[in-house]
């Protein structure tokens, strides 16, 4: 199954190899971030920079959610072919032990991981833990409605 857990949960221990496969999956990679914490990292299964870097200035005025929105994330989220191979190896693995895409941002809020998810899902025929948010913007664009 895919999961999904924060950067937060790796360093402190409470999510380990262990529990899953993990996979980092971020723009840049995250400072002091031992490399036997995870199995990959992946910066393709992130944002990209641009979109990242304009997320990143609005939420230290705005706040989280609010940037999510400003940036019009969902609309502009995408990943490139290489990312999407990457996509379907991940959810292959995930069919035989739990995932978890790693990222910054804390549990229940708005992120990215939960979009690889319904991509994975929707491609992939991916099972997936429940996610905290909803994205009808994302998922009419991958229904093409």
């Known amino acids: 199954m895919l999961k999904q857990g ?3 949960q790796l360093r402190s221990g ?3 190899r262990a529990q899953g496969y993990i996979v980092v999956a971020m723009a840049f990679f995250p400072r002091g971030l031992k490399k036997n ?3 990959e990292y992946r910066t393709h299964l992130a944002p990209d920079r641009e979109l990242f870097r304009e997320w990143k200035d609005l939420e230290e005025t705005v706040g989280h959610e609010e940037a999510f929105k400003r940036t ?3 609309a502009r989220f995408t990943l490139e072919p290489g990312a999407i191979e990457s996509l379907r190896r991940i959810t292959d693995i995930s069919r035989k032990q739990d995932v978890y895409f790693i990222c910054q941002c ?3 809020e708005r992120c990215h991981r939960e979009i690889l998810a319904l991509i994975a ?3 992939f025929k991916a099972e ?3 996610l905290y948010n909803d994205y009808p913007t994302f998922k009419a664009r991958l229904t093409g409605k």
């Open 121 to 123: 899902q929707d491609k």
């Open 14 to 16: 409470e999510l380990t």
């Open 37 to 39: 914490l995870m199995d």
């Open 106 to 108: 804390a549990l229940g």
């Open 128 to 130: 997936i833990a429940p």
């Open 72 to 74: 019009d994330y969902e």
């Open 6 to 8: 924060s950067l937060e």
